[in-house]
């Protein structure tokens, strides 16, 4: 059979074909839209509605006189919640030293060394002394982690016994180190 109808005709068929089915859909689009908003105004409307209720009985509630009962329990706990932020206060203040210098430890070690234990004594005679012990893999491992703490400003005497640095790996310390 012969095609009979011109290309540029064809051509014009086809998007009329799609300006029509455009259309069409986009006329369902727009009806759908007008209908899911006309089933949605009742209960927009209805949202609405409550909220104002709600606004208004809160407004009564907060004009009501309280009795006296809840007029002191209500004060009671605004004294507690008073006593509770002072408290919190304080302890935001408070400088917990053993913690910046646990911390500040654990800042200074190094990958070959592993912190078995930290001994934190406060001594009125000798001050603050800290103990690290631990396992070093080798001795250059040790030193750069005795090195680390004497360029901290955190402490001014470090001692690491050289009876540490004896054997070559797997090197068991004891590092003590005084706090400013």
């Known amino acids: ?33 007008l209908i899911l ?5 009742p209960s927009y409307l209805l949202s609405f509605s409550k909220i104002a209720s709600i606004e208004s009985r809160l407004e009564t509630k907060q004009n009501e006189v309280m009795p006296e009962i809840d007029q002191k329990a209500m004060a009671d706990i605004k004294n507690l919640n008073n006593k509770l932020s002072l408290i ?45 012990s631990g396992v070093a893999s080798s001795r250059e491992e040790l030193l750069q982690f005795r090195k680390a703490f004497e360029n901290s400003s955190t402490f001014k005497n470090v001692n690491l016994p050289i009876s540490d640095f004896v054997k070559g790996s797997d090197i068991n310390f004891n590092l003590n180190l005084t706090a400013i």
């Open 88 to 132: 919190k206060q304080a302890m935001d203040k408070k400088y917990v030293f053993s913690e910046k210098i646990i911390l500040e430890t654990i800042a200074q070690k190094t990958p070959g060394v592993k912190i078995r234990r930290i001994f934190y004594q406060n001594d009125p005679y000798l001050g603050r002394t800290i103990t690290v």
């Open 37 to 41: 908003s006309i089933i949605i105004m």
């Open 1 to 33: 059979m012969i095609n009979l109808i011109p290309a540029e005709e064809k051509k014009a068929i086809t998007h009329d074909f799609y300006c029509r089915l455009l259309t069409v859909l986009f006329f369902a689009l727009g009806t759908a839209t």
